[in-house]
């Protein structure tokens, strides 16, 4: 079988490109992404305690600071928090601070009517108490992985079926990030000139990954189907640091004690 | 014959993960070479290097004698230049395809080249002859299936009139008559000055186009 090919790729195409700004696709991409890495499975986690352990005491503390009418806690969860930080990577840090710090400041904004109607200390004590409850928060989801955290769900008596979908979100937030970021990069590599319909290209790729979407989840139950799903889907808490679990719970007992005699004793 | 893609100590890495470990090759103008190697060897890092979407932690990239850095890659005219001269079919097609209809998709390259209308419709439906999908010019990309895909995303590549083709598991998912198709577009494209770059697993398709085999070993050439 003889196929030609036509004559024009025989031909050296001398393409002068014209400028246009392919910034729609460049920040799209770089949104995508970070993104992506917020629910990648985090290789590095390096949690002191195992997942249900932090996740316990994250909660306690967050309830804590948050139900507490005293300003002394808040400067001393203050204190832990920037302890607990320091135990990070130093582009953790940044990243676990500047998050809790634009929370922080995005409640002072929202607050400041307060000031005006004599409420001056709701503005600093609740922008307090949102800086550190982000920040433990951001602290909890650096150094543990998603999945762990998902199992660790299991503790509060959540049922298998909800930990099961959240797992699976997870999963195919990722998978449908980097389909997205792969469309992204062939639209990227076809952009050669100027292209008058850039909405339009990317309503496209918004449409096939809703459609990908779909698609993987009708997949995904038939393939349970399948499998003979019966509803149970079971997720085992593996406990690993054993000193780091103790070490945690004594100082979490600590802060708890605090609060207890702040709360009770002085106010 | 000039060199087409000069690689020297190529080495990437995704976070803590080595995916190429000093890949050293030179690809000459028209020739065809094919990378070979098991799942996972870092084929499609090298060629998204080559096509200026991943840049290497360490080495050094020359296309036609120019270097290709992230640098250079910020210059929009240099990217637009290079992203022209090479033609990338992506290994997954869905990720390739996102236009309404087939004929939307060939014909999105085109239409962003110094041409006009009637040449870039006439590059759309050679492109869609040559690959025997005239039949699906109004069909929407994503239902077709994974072979017309494919046959998609070469056409809208082709239609480009790139100078070099990276294809990445070219005739993956193509059924026998079709795979025979596209082996005969590429030695059509290569008797006509092509620059083929093919990662594949298939021997076939090496043994009947490919010049020069690029083998590698888990990240290592």
Request: aromatic share 8%; glycine share 6%; hydrophobic share 40%.
């Amino acid at each position: 079988m003889e196929h030609n090919i036509p004559d024009w790729m025989n031909l050296h195409e001398c393409h002068k490109p014209k400028r246009d700004s392919r910034r729609f696709i460049t920040a799209t991409l770089k949104s995508i992404s970070s993104a992506s890495s917020l629910f990648r499975s985090n290789p590095k986690a390096y949690s002191p305690a195992d997942a249900p352990v932090m996740l316990f005491i994250s909660i306690a503390l967050i309830i804590m600071t948050a139900s507490s009418k005293n300003l002394y806690f808040s400067f001393v969860m203050l204190s832990v928090l920037s302890v607990r930080m320091c135990l990070l990577e130093g582009k953790d840090i940044i990243k676990a601070f500047l998050t809790a710090l634009y929370a922080g400041i995005f409640s002072a904004i929202i607050l400041i009517p307060s000031v005006f109607f004599g409420s001056p200390h709701s503005l600093i004590s609740i922008s307090l108490k949102t800086f550190i409850t982000t920040g433990i928060i951001q602290c909890l989801s650096i150094s543990s992985r998603w999945n762990d955290i998902t199992a660790s769900l299991k503790m509060f008596a959540i049922s298998d079926l909800i930990i099961m979908s959240f797992d699976l979100t997870l999963k195919y937030i990722q998978i449908l990030c980097s389909t997205c970021e792969d469309m992204l990069n062939a639209l990227l590599v076809r952009s050669i000139g100027k292209n008058r319909e850039k909405a339009a290209s990317l309503s496209g790729i918004s449409g096939t990954a809703f459609l990908k979407s779909k698609k993987m989840s009708e997949e995904t139950g038939q393939a349970m189907e399948c499998r003979c799903f019966s509803g149970h889907y079971e997720r085992k808490i593996r406990l690993r640091h054993k000193a780091g679990n103790i070490i945690s719970i004594i100082l979490f007992s600590l802060i708890a004690a605090i609060f207890i005699y702040l709360e009770f004793r002085i106010s | 014959m000039k060199t087409a893609i000069y690689l020297e100590d190529i080495c990437h890495a995704y976070g803590s993960s080595i995916s190429l470990r000093h890949i050293s090759l030179e690809i000459k103008a028209g020739s065809c070479m094919a990378l070979k190697g098991p799942n996972g060897c870092g084929k499609s890092t090298l060629l998204k290097i080559i096509n200026g979407l991943v840049f290497p932690n360490k080495g050094r990239y020359l296309l036609f004698g120019e270097p290709v850095t992230k640098e250079s890659m910020k210059n929009e005219i240099f990217s637009k230049k290079l992203h022209q001269k090479i033609g990338y079919i992506f290994q997954d097609s869905n990720a390739q395809l996102f236009s309404p209809s087939v004929y939307e998709e060939i014909i999105f390259g085109p239409l962003q080249m110094n041409i006009s209308q009637e040449e870039a419709d006439k590059r759309a439906k050679d492109c869609m002859r040559l690959l025997q999908i005239e039949h699906l010019a109004e069909r929407a990309p994503y239902h077709l299936s994974g072979g017309e895909k494919k046959k998609t995303s070469i056409a809208c590549i082709l239609s480009m009139n790139p100078e070099i083709l990276c294809l990445d598991e070219p005739i993956a998912g193509l059924d026998e008559e079709s795979q025979e198709l596209c082996l005969d577009i590429l030695k059509g494209l290569k008797k006509a000055g092509k620059t083929i770059i093919i990662a594949t697993h298939n021997n076939d398709l090496i043994k009947n186009i490919a010049d020069e085999e690029y083998r590698f070993y888990s990240g290592r050439s």
